[in-house]
């Protein structure tokens, strides 16, 4: 009965409530189970780019003009002026594919207005799905039509389709109404920031940790989601005309720190991961670095991964703006998804350090918030009101995760 079980030697059977349990002989061998997966030590992980041969330049990646159905008051020439008045490197017009069945290309990119000699406009779209939504990123026109045909097919199908069109592809709103339902597989970023409102993304930075912590190095980055503009005159207002002056372009403003003020170093900023999110344009922005030999030079900034040496590790968090409003500022360091330290700075120049080991196998990633005064946003006359005391967040830094994971 018991022949086909060759590798021990058995002296006890014991039955405990109706099931048989062998006991093999003391001293024999077992088969040992060794987990393919368990983490090692990695091998080489490529080194950091420059971390002062680049520039940072601020935008917007979540806005609706006219082109959306559901939009009022905001033609194209009304966003890029707005963006301009507030100092806006880059911007993108992300209108919803459905209500042009796919044909991006033939409205917003060729509206007349989509031009500008000072901001950088981006191509992109809001693709629209029963499945949820994602903004595309890129530097070029691209064959959007085919993204959208392909909505309601399998994420592999999907995911070859992306590759070939070369696109930044951007989980929305990932929780709640209209959540992300695909494959994070499938995405560079993932929208942790959405709205002036900044308590609805709390759900939103859960799945972020969890995709961090699934060894995705997944930019997290911000968008308005405005889709209304100021009437010109009281007969256009509409109901949602209030919203104008509370959730417009830059709430909250993504910052890239790009190699160069073009498009292309825009999506690379972004898909590298080099990139914070502050709550207005004018608001303090995160920069995040690390020492990791001890050598009194930063070596790495947020986005960026190194390998683990098994020794101490210098981290630097620095606020950066033209001007700062009185108050202290709570630095909170989320360490592999959980609060590290949290750090009060107040100052011209606010600064926090802390050390730290990151383990010298398996992953850990570094990020950071902060907390405190809001600076004002004088465009947006209700915003203050509803903005919370969120300031800012940073993207993480990475150690041993996989570079072809």
Known sequence: MFSTITPFKFINFIIIFGGLFIVPEKGTAQAIHVNPWTAKKMAVIPPAAS????????????VHSRHSKESSNNPISKIIAFSKSVRMDYLCITDHDNHVDGDVAHNTWTDPEFKSD?????????????????????????????????????????????????????ANHPSGK???????????????????????????????????????KLTGRGGSDAHHG???????????SSQAKVNYVGTPTT???????????????????????????????????ADIN???????????NAKATGKPVKFRVKLAA????????????????????????????????????????????????????????????????????????SNPIYFNFDPNF
Do not use: C
């Open 230 to 240: 100021v009437p010109d005159s009281p007969d256009k207002t509409t109901t949602n």
């Open 322 to 393: 033209k001007q700062f409003p009185d108050g202290e500022y709570t630095i909170t360091v989320i360490k592999n998804g959980s609060k590290f330290n949290s750090y009060t700075v107040t100052g011209k120049t606010p600064v926090a350090e802390f050390t730290d080991t990151p383990a010298e196998t398996g992953r850990t990633y570094y990020r950071v918030t902060v907390e405190g005064p809001q600076t004002p946003y004088p465009q947006l006359s209700g915003w203050a009101a509803i903005s919370g005391n969120m300031v800012g967040l």
């Open 255 to 289: 910052w890239v720190f790009a190699k160069a003020r073009t498009l292309q170093a825009v999506i690379d900023a972004l898909t590298n991961g080099r990139v914070a999110i502050s709550s207005n344009p004018f608001a303090p922005r995160i920069e995040f670095y």
């Open 294 to 304: 001890a050598d009194g030079k930063m070596d790495l900034m947020m986005g960026d």
């Open 118 to 170: 000072s901001v950088l406009l981006l191509y992109g779209a809001e693709w629209t799905t029963t499945r949820g939504h994602g903004n595309v990123f890129s530097a070029k026109p691209y064959d959007h039509q085919q993204l959208f045909d392909v909505r309601d097919q399998r994420d592999t199908t999907i995911g070859r389709v992306k590759n070939k069109l070369g696109i930044h592809l951007s």
């Open 51 to 62: 971390l002062t041969d680049g520039v940072w330049l601020k935008g917007e990646l979540h």
């Open 178 to 216: 209209d959540n992300f339902g695909y494959s994070y597989d499938l995405v560079q970023s993932i929208e942790v920031w959405n709205s002036v409102l900044w308590a609805k993304n709390a759900n939103a930075i859960m799945i972020w940790d969890d995709m961090l912590s699934s060894g995705r």
